[in-house]
């Protein structure tokens, strides 16, 4: 298996996840908290897309889908480049309001589209290649995708599990 094989496996298994996490949920359910300070499923899920669009963007020198398309306005928010729930108050986390499920699955498919489209094109050496100078020791596209990856299957486990607790009530 070479390497474009190996991350789109991986990557593959998010939207199927994701629509696991959401479907059938209402906007109500979407929103709702388990407890106080908690986060709810909607934001969870529009979290780990977010970061998604907001890293494989930045790796390709393009403008995110969020800034692009129509998505922040189906999310009662302004398609601001840097807003993906990184540092999110409780106030910040409620103002996220998805209009249903399939506005969160729907706009994660087009990140996964485009990170899947990215990852066809990745040879092994373009792992190796420093992407964020800002840590120590810097970031490499390889170390970059594993982040992202392990972000996203840790916020739609979680996701998964608050929709238990919600539907349990």
Do not use: K
Not at 76 to 87: I, K
Not at 102 to 116: C, G, I, M, N
């Amino acid at each position: 298996m070479d390497v474009n094989d190996l991350l789109t496996e991986a990557y593959d298994r998010l939207p199927g996840l994701v629509r696991s996490a959401v479907d059938g949920l209402t906007p109500e359910q979407l929103r709702q908290a388990p407890a106080p300070g908690a986060n709810p499923v909607g934001w969870l899920v529009w979290h780990l897309t977010r970061i998604q669009d907001h890293h494989v963007a930045d790796l390709l020198g393009a403008e995110q889908l969020w800034v692009s398309g129509d998505w922040a306005g189906r999310f009662g928010l302004a398609a601001d480049p840097d807003e993906t729930g990184y540092g999110h108050t409780p106030d910040r986390i409620a103002a996220v309001r998805p209009e249903s499920a399939e506005v969160l699955v729907d706009y994660h498919r087009a990140v996964a589209e485009r990170t899947a489209a990215y990852l066809r094109g990745l040879r092994p050496a373009d792992l190796d290649r420093v992407v964020d100078e800002a840590w120590d020791p810097p970031v490499t596209l390889g170390v970059r995708l594993v982040s992202v990856l392990e972000d996203d299957l840790q916020h739609v486990g979680q996701a998964a599990y608050v929709r238990g607790l919600v539907e349990r009530g």
